[in-house]
């Protein structure tokens, strides 16, 4: 595990390989096994394969270009009604879960932030649910660029061990 996260980095450029059903699927389990408040498990991932969907997908966001040359794009979206305070927090430990695995499987990732940002004058949400077409009461907290690298990438080092407290600040 120590070795995913360390190796884990945002992946924007990737070849045209294709990614298989058995490492999607590894990918998705990682994210549904992830802690949840109550154990709602409020959310619901969309695999993304199609390239006229990923095409329209590279246009909702300023930085979510690389969607229509990633192979799989998953989106992840939580059920605010089934968990309205804690859905956010349950989806992005799902994201995180779903990144480990794919840098697990040698596939680079992502994460693109999707919720409540407003982007050339209409809500990101709002575009992502008309590609997609997701439920009104579903909100889409963010996507997921997947593939295999076209080069390596840079992973970040360990932040500083300043920002570390021990029993209080």
């Known amino acids: 595990m120590l070795k995913a996260i360390a190796e884990r980095y945002s992946c924007r450029s990737y070849t045209d390989a294709p990614v298989s059903e058995e490492a999607v699927t590894e990918i998705v389990r990682a994210g549904m096994r992830a802690p949840s408040g109550m154990n709602v498990r409020p959310w619901h991932i969309i695999v993304v ?85 997701v439920p009104d009461h579903i909100r889409i907290l963010a996507l997921i660029s997947c593939g295999y690298p076209a080069s390596p990438g840079t992973p970040k080092p360990a932040g500083p061990m300043e920002q570390v407290h021990y029993d209080g600040w």
């Not at 794919?102 to 940002?117: E, F, K, V």
Request: charged share 20%; hydrophobic share 40%.
């Open 49 to 133: 394969r199609d390239p006229d969907l990923r095409g329209q997908l590279a246009q909702v966001h300023q930085y979510s270009g690389f969607c229509a040359q990633s192979p799989v794009v998953f989106a992840v979206c939580g059920d605010a009604q089934a968990s309205s305070h804690w859905w956010q927090e349950d989806c992005a430990a799902a994201i995180q879960n779903m990144l480990l695995q794919a840098t697990d499987l040698g596939l680079g990732t992502c994460w693109i932030g999707i919720r409540g940002g407003e982007e050339r004058g209409y809500e990101r949400e709002d575009a992502v649910r008309k590609v997609l077409e």
